[in-house]
């Protein structure tokens, strides 16, 4: 681990220099390596996938670790969109000249050397492959061993495509091994400039607890939606359920549905009977067994719980109060989403809910750096940092200042 995170050290000093063309011609480059290399990358999946369903992995989890073509293209795509982007490096964050005369400015620069330790879906070692180049920063990509031989085969058609371009193969460095490999990552001070943990809620709290290298935290997602007395029930209807059940398996779905008492005895039994006919298991709290008999009890666990499965907690409550009270007890700070057409209940559920992205009349599964125009993201961060929501470029750059004199001295 360390001879790999030295050979990464070694490659930020031309990739921070790089200029935007060759970066952007190694992302086209990657693109397109994916793409030719996309049966090698499928039969390396179908083993991972194999392994994994022998081992009893869960439905959901199989569905984050499985590739497709479609899959693999989307990679592709979003490679040659980040290709597309500004390139954040020697932005202007600010500047002036100052009474002395001296020209201060403050400018994007690389973040140096990130590690990435992340688990199932191998379309992120593609995604932090290419936002990492682009801004400049080389990357050690830990993925999960259940998906190895996904990863190894895309980081060896995308480490071939930067070496052709002329930038460091090292720039993009798969990391392999056990439980120490990952603990030698997390000491690596000096070498390893930040980490980046994106999984489960114990593969973070093991990285936040045990890193002595900076931690930009990416949260798990218990998204809420709630359904307001002033909500349109058929737009209501039709976020719920995409919400839910268009990616269940992804950190922005929702987990959790709230619904004004106002309009619980009209939207409850509609939206139950909408969620069951997609196969979603509704797990209620009384004021929703009170409309809807036949749901689950809820217990205390539904309601803190991240499924990521065809499951949904749900509760009744009395006001928008009770409603961001609700999410202050059980949300995880990623995104909480209202329906209404009440613009001052909206305004109100903005401000007073602590999220990294509160959404007002559409689905949760909009919190996405492709959806945010950022192409690729390596992450949702839910900490109160510099970095918090969708990851794209500028969130993986530091700044510095440069002054810029005529002799000046301080007196």
């Not at 750096?369 to 993201?377: H, K, P, Q, V």
């Not at 510099?386 to 993986?396: D, F, I, K, S, T």
Request: charged residues 25%; hydrophobic residues 45%; contains cysteine.
């Amino acid at each position: 681990m360390r001879a790999s995170a030295e050979r990464a050290l070694e490659a930020t000093r031309p990739l921070a220099a790089a200029p935007r063309a060759v970066k952007d011609a190694a992302l086209r480059a990657m693109a397109d390596s994916l793409e030719r290399h996309c049966a090698e990358i499928l039969d390396a999946n179908a083993t991972d996938v194999s392994d994994q369903t022998a081992a009893g992995m869960s439905d959901a989890m199989v569905d984050r670790l499985r590739l497709t073509s479609g899959r693999v293209s989307a990679m592709a795509d979003g490679l040659r969109a980040l290709a597309v982007l500004g390139d954040p490096v020697g932005e202007v964050v600010r500047g002036s000249t100052l009474a002395n005369g001296l020209e201060m400015r403050q400018l994007r620069v690389p973040l140096g050397v990130v590690a990435m330790i992340y688990e199932g879906r191998p379309n992120v070692t593609a995604d932090a492959a290419g936002i990492c180049l682009k801004s400049g920063n080389a990357v050690l990509l830990r993925g999960s061993s259940s998906a190895l031989h996904s990863n190894t085969a895309i980081v060896a058609a995308l480490r071939e495509a930067v070496e052709a371009t002329g930038l460091p193969a090292d720039a993009i460095q798969l990391v392999v091994g056990g439980r120490d490999d990952v603990a030698d990552l997390l000491q690596a001070r000096g070498l390893v400039d930040v980490v980046i943990p994106r999984g489960g809620a114990a593969l973070i709290e093991r990285v936040v607890t045990e890193s002595t290298v900076p931690v930009i935290e990416t949260g798990i997602g218990n998204c809420h939606v709630y359904v307001d007395a002033d909500a349109d029930l058929d737009m209501a209807e039709r976020i719920v359920v995409n919400a839910k059940t268009h990616r269940p398996s992804l950190c922005n779905a929702a987990e959790s549905l709230l619904v004004h008492a106002q309009v619980a005895e009209e939207f409850v039994p509609r939206i139950v009977k909408a969620l069951a006919a997609e196969g979603v298991t509704v797990h209620g709290d009384e004021g929703v067994r009170r409309v809807s008999p036949d749901v689950i009890p809820a217990t205390e666990e539904d309601f803190g719980a991240e499924y990521l499965s065809l499951d949904l907690s749900a509760a009744v409550v009395g006001s928008l109060d009770d409603a961001v009270a609700h999410i202050r007890r059980y949300g995880t700070g990623h995104t909480e989403a209202i329906v209404t057409r009440s613009h001052e209940a909206a305004r109100r559920f903005a401000a007073e809910v602590d999220a990294a992205a509160v959404i007002v009349n559409a689905s949760t599964r909009f919190t996405d750096g492709g959806e945010f125009g950022f192409g690729a993201e390596i992450g949702i961060s839910t900490q109160k940092l510099h970095a918090r929501g969708p990851m794209g470029l500028q969130e993986m750059t530091s700044t510095k200042y440069v002054v810029t004199g005529d002799g000046q001295i301080r007196s």
